[in-house]
C-alpha cells in the first residue's frame, strides 16, 4: 500500500492524541524518543543474606519517563537470578522488555547498570549450597551481617551508561546463543515487594525525568519501597539529556498494521510456592498469549487483503486515507484489549495468592 509521508504523518500524530495512558504499559507499547542515560549512584549497603541486587532503570508512565531506584529484594525462590529489563529500539520506536526472576541471568540489552549487570550475566555473586555468595568488589557489604562473601574483578564490562539497545547512540550488542536460551527459561515476574516499588517510584513527581534532568534525587533504596530511609541520590546523570521539543515526531514506520508492533512478550505469573496453582497459573498465562498471537495475525492477514483490494481499485488518496485510518483504529483497538486481557489476568491470579 503506497501512501505519502505527509499522509503518514498527520494520522500518526492523530493516533499518539488519541492513545490513553492506561495504553501505554510498557508492554507491547513503544516510545518514540529514547530514555535518558543511566545516572551515576551509589549502592546502598546489602540489608541481608539472600538479597539480591535490582539495578535501577527508566521507565514509562504514559507521558514521560521516571526512575525506579535500585533496590536489594528477596527473590521469590532460593536460587533464582534478577534478568534487568531493558529499552530496545524496534525500528520505530522504543519498546521496554520487563525484567524476570530465573535460574540464570538472561538478556538485557548489553546495558551497563553497573553494581554486577555491566552488559553480560551478572558478576554480583552466585548461589551455592542454597546461600548467596557476593562479590565484594562490586557490592557494598557489611561483613559484620554478611559473611557469604568474596573478591573477583575479572569481569566483561561495558564502559557506557546508555539505557537502549540499539538505534542511534544505543549500545550496539547482540545476545549469544546462551543468553537466548536463558530467556526462553520459566521465569517469575516481580515480586510483590517489587511492584509496590515501581508503583511508589511512578506517584513520585521528582523521580520523573523532566523534573531531575535524568539525576534522580532517590537513585536508590536498601530494600522496595522504602523512599524515607537509608535511600542514596544519584551523584551525576549518566549524560546530558533534554526533554525532546519534537516528542510526537513521526518515526520512520508508523503503527498502523498488526505487524507494525512489538512482538507479544510472554508473562509468567506470580510465584505463590504451590506446584500446582504455579503450574495452572503458567497455563492461563501460555493460552493467552497464544490467542492474542493468533488473533494478531487473523486481523494482519485480514488487512492485508484489504491492501491487495484497495491496490486493485487504483484507490484515490481520500480512499487511501480513510483505510489507513481504518487499520490503525482496529490495531489500536486490538493492542488496548490485549492490554486489558493482561492486566485482568495478573489482577486474578493476584487476588487468588
Request: glycine share 10%; with cysteine.
Amino acid at each position: 500500500m503506497r501512501t505519502t509521508s505527509i499522509v503518514r504523518y498527520v494520522i500518526f500524530a492523530l493516533f499518539l492524541l488519541s492513545v490513553s495512558t492506561a495504553a501505554f504499559a510498557q508492554i507491547g507499547v513503544y516510545v518514540n524518543f529514547g530514555p535518558p542515560a543511566i545516572p551515576v549512584y551509589d549502592q546502598p549497603i546489602c540489608p541481608g543474606d539472600g538479597y539480591i541486587w535490582i539495578p535501577g532503570y527508566w521507565a514509562w508512565d504514559g507521558y514521560e519517563y521516571y526512575w525506579v531506584p535500585g533496590t536489594w529484594a528477596l527473590p521469590p525462590v532460593v536460587g533464582f537470578l534478577w534478568t534487568p529489563g531493558y529499552w530496545e529500539w524496534s525500528g520505530f520506536g522504543f519498546f521496554f522488555h520487563h525484567g524476570y526472576w530465573g535460574p540464570h541471568v538472561g538478556w538485557y540489552g548489553g546495558i551497563n547498570y553497573g553494581f554486577g549487570y555491566f552488559g553480560r550475566g551478572y558478576e554480583g555473586g552466585h548461589w551455592d549450597g542454597g546461600h548467596f555468595f557476593y562479590n565484594r568488589a562490586v557490592n557494598h557489604i557489611d561483613f559484620n551481617v554478611v559473611h557469604n562473601v568474596y573478591e573477583d574483578r575479572n569481569f566483561y564490562r561495558n564502559s557506557n551508561r546508555v539505557s537502549y539497545n540499539g538505534g542511534y547512540g544505543g549500545v550496539n550488542e547482540r545476545p549469544t546463543s546462551d543468553e537466548m536460551a536463558f530467556s526462553r527459561e520459566r521465569h517469575y515476574g516481580p515480586t510483590s515487594a517489587q511492584t509496590q516499588h515501581v508503583a511508589a517510584a511512578r506517584n513520585d513527581r521528582d523521580l520523573r525525568a523532566t523534573a531531575n534532568q535524568g539525576k534522580p534525587p532517590i537513585a536508590a533504596t536498601q530494600r522496595p519501597g522504602a523512599f524515607g530511609d537509608h535511600t542514596v541520590p544519584g551523584s551525576e546523570p549518566g549524560g546530558r539529556w533534554e526533554p525532546p521539543a519534537t516528542r510526537g515526531a513521526n518515526p520512520a514506520h508508523p503503527t498502523i498494521h498488526p505487524n507494525d508492533l512489538p512482538p507479544i512478550e510472554r508473562s509468567y505469573p506470580p510465584y505463590t510456592g504451590n506446584s500446582k496453582l504455579d503450574q495452572k497459573y503458567q497455563q492461563q498465562q501460555d493460552k493467552l498469549y497464544n490467542n492474542q498471537v493468533q488473533d494478531r495475525q487473523k486481523l494482519q492477514q485480514r488487512q492485508e487483503r484489504d491492501d491487495q483490494k484497495l491496490t486493485k481499485q487504483n484507490a484515490n488518496a481520500t480512499r487511501t486515507q480513510q483505510m489507513i485510518q481504518q487499520h490503525q483504529q482496529q490495531t489500536q483497538q486490538m493492542q488496548q484489549r490485549h492490554e486489558s486481557q493482561r492486566q485482568q489476568m495478573q489482577q486474578k491470579q493476584q487476588s487468588h495468592r
